[in-house]
């Protein structure tokens, strides 16, 4: 069936140094891979997604890269800022049975100072 | 504000009482996705709208669960004989578009439903 896993499901970090967040699927077909931002009772809002026909993707401090044959992508934040302490979602689009976003289970990210 | 707005934000009732919420997508928006967020968990999948068809309907929608978007703009989720177990925040969301071709989903600020 449709899945995503997401490592870590915590992560601590402390400010200037870079997170990495991993995630797998398990759908080859799938095709767009959004990654979100949820601060403590706020909506999850979109920081960066990749297609499937990327490898690699940068937005200033934050990258997102994509190995297709491995079926992971991962998300990058480096020079990371108190601000950036927040729950991450990584998401794949499936197109088997159902056309969906699949979320995995979060990471939540703390950056000390 | 332009974005998805979803009421009411809170809402508790008893075990057994139906309940509606209402999601306003953004407004060219032609899809709408509803999603159920419980504690430590990422937005599970419920249901999708283009206009007004329901395309695609979770098995985590039992038959106490119902949508409609009948003018293809917003929507409501109506829970029937509500259980303790759905408790959870009601998470809509909109699109420009299908998300297989890269359009980002905007999320509401959700309804959160608490069953005692």
């Known amino acids: 069936g449709e899945n995503v896993e997401q490592h870590p499901s915590t992560l601590s970090v402390q400010e200037g140094d870079s997170a990495v967040i991993k995630c797998t699927y398990s759908?080859?077909?799938?095709?767009?891979f959004p990654w979100y931002k949820q601060e403590l009772g706020k909506r999850p809002q979109l920081i960066i997604d990749?297609?499937?026909?990327?490898g690699e993707k940068k937005d200033q401090r934050i990258a997102v890269t994509l190995n297709k044959t491995a079926k992971h992508f991962s998300l990058h934040i480096t020079e990371t800022q108190p601000e950036d302490s927040a729950v991450y979602f990584c998401a794949a689009w499936f197109t088997g049975t159902a056309s969906k976003l699949t979320f995995g289970t979060g990471t939540r990210l703390q950056v000390t100072l | 504000d332009t974005g998805v707005s979803q009421d009411p934000r809170h809402k508790i009732t008893k075990r057994g009482q139906n309940v509606t919420f209402r999601c306003d997508p953004i407004?060219?928006?032609?899809?709408l996705y509803w999603y159920r967020q419980t504690l430590g968990q990422g937005p599970e999948f419920l249901t999708y709208f283009q206009n007004e068809a329901q395309l695609e309907k979770s098995r985590l929608l039992s038959d106490r669960f119902s949508a409609e978007r009948p003018k293809g703009s917003f929507s409501t989720l109506e829970i029937q004989r509500t259980e303790q177990g759905d408790s959870a925040m009601y998470l809509c969301?909109?699109?420009?578009?299908?998300?297989?071709?890269?359009?980002?989903?905007?999320f509401g600020p959700g309804t959160r439903l608490t069953v005692l």
């Open positions: 759908d080859s077909a799938s095709n767009y």
């Open positions: 990749i297609r499937s026909n990327v």
């Open positions: 969301a909109s699109s420009l578009g299908s998300s297989g071709s890269g359009n980002e989903q905007f």
């Open positions: 407004s060219e928006h032609n899809r």
